[in-house]
């Protein structure tokens, strides 16, 4: 850490002002930088094993996830009986899964379908209410209105 900057994690006039300028604004602040000025210099090494870890969290699952789709690069035993019997499940349970993609594929496309058809049915109901109300509008608005025999000398 470069020991010249002018906010470092050392009792400097500068930190200690912006550490007092921090309570009077909000005192959180004054707070976070009181823990700056206090344990700041951890940082590296904490920010260093952070980050080992996540890399080494996220490693793990990039390997899990390549396990599933590579289910027949596996290791070997040394056991021929042993390795060939679990080829022939991963291979199985590969081909059961597959055919249970297909399946759910073809279940997405069939609710589509009824997804369409039932809005296609709505809208057609609406496009025939619609015209229907128009129809009644213009035929009342056609008809003679009946005389009350009040002014119709």
Known sequence: MNTSALIRPAWTPATIALMVLGFMVF????????????????????????????????????????????SHHHGRTGNVAFDDWREAELSRIEEERRKLDEAREEFDSYLRELRRAKDQEEFDRFMNERADRKRDSRHEDSEPKPSTGLLDD
């Open 27 to 70: 005192w959180p602040l004054g707070l976070a930088m009181l823990a700056y000025i206090i344990w700041g210099d951890r940082l590296d090494g904490f920010k260093r094993d952070v980050n080992q870890a996540t890399d080494g969290f996220f490693a793990s699952c990039r390997s899990k996830r390549g396990r599933h789709h590579r």
